[in-house]
């Protein structure tokens, strides 16, 4: 099915940026993603925070053409060191989703993906409230659980303490959330709703998950909104046809 292009929001997936040319899942080189702005602006793509896209729906305005929401989970330091400048740089906007249990902290996720560098750093409180004119926050759990793997009292318990660490730090997070590893709770039937509810109990508005397709404005599934994973072994090709396509292949 095809739909007009004041329908279609890219939502991209991004994670660390990198300035001593290592790369890989997770992990973008600064001079590429620098080349992935420069078609971004050029192509004429405007970014939004996912709290603008949320009053366009409120409101029913139409989405603008070309929209687009770059995020950046985990809040790694580079978002404070090179993410923010080039935001500047390029008038652009994102949405950042912090694990806020580790605000601060150096962390390692298991050393599944992360290269033993300075990356393993997570941005402090000074540095998110500093970056507030061009990026949004937003949650990543509290501890960078998957949710798919926890209980409802778990997630329950992961909420209130995300809350409670918003509160204790005063931060402004908009209540999106990213699922932690694209996990949730995806078997359609009862533990599926009574998952969503409890994240409608905790204010949460939408949830993101990893899905490689380009959503569909206003969004109906608020808890299975879809992003685009740019990795950082993507070839520019591949980078553009994922922002056209959602994918890297049409079929």
């Known amino acids: 099915m095809f739909y007009s292009p004041n329908k279609k929001l890219r939502i991209l997936e991004y994670h660390s940026i990198s300035t001593n040319g290592f790369e890989d899942q997770i992990t973008i080189k600064k001079e590429n993603i620098i080349e992935q702005f420069e078609y971004l602006k050029k ?9 603008e896209i949320d009053e366009l729906k409120n409101k029913n305005q139409p989405l603008p053409e070309k929209s687009v929401v770059l995020t950046f989970d985990d809040g790694f330091l580079d978002n404070y060191t090179e993410l923010y400048p080039l935001l500047k740089q390029y008038d652009f906007k994102a949405v950042c989703f912090m694990v806020l249990g580790r605000i601060g902290q150096r962390i390692d ?3 599944k993906f992360i290269n033993k560098n300075d990356n393993m750093q997570l941005m402090n409180k000074e540095q998110l409230l500093a970056i507030g004119s061009h990026i949004e926050l937003g949650y990543h759990t509290f501890k960078h659980d998957n949710y798919a793997f926890l209980s409802l009292e778990e997630i329950e318990k992961d909420l209130q303490l995300c809350q409670e660490i918003i509160a204790k ?10 699922y932690t590893y694209g996990g949730y709770y995806r078997k359609k039937g009862p533990k599926q709703e009574q998952f969503f509810e409890l994240l409608k109990k905790y ?3 939408y949830g993101l998950r990893i899905g490689n397709r380009i959503n569909i404005f206003p969004i109906k599934d608020v808890y299975k909104v879809q992003r685009i994973d740019i990795r950082g072994r ?14 890297r292949k049409l079929f």
């Open 203 to 205: 204010g949460i508005k």
């Open 169 to 178: 730090e005063d931060l402004k997070v908009f209540p999106a959330l990213a």
């Open 234 to 247: 993507d070839s520019f090709e591949t980078f553009k046809k994922k922002v056209i396509l959602g994918r």
């Open 43 to 51: 192509n004429n793509y405007k970014t939004f925070w996912l709290s």
């Open 109 to 111: 996720w298991g050393g």
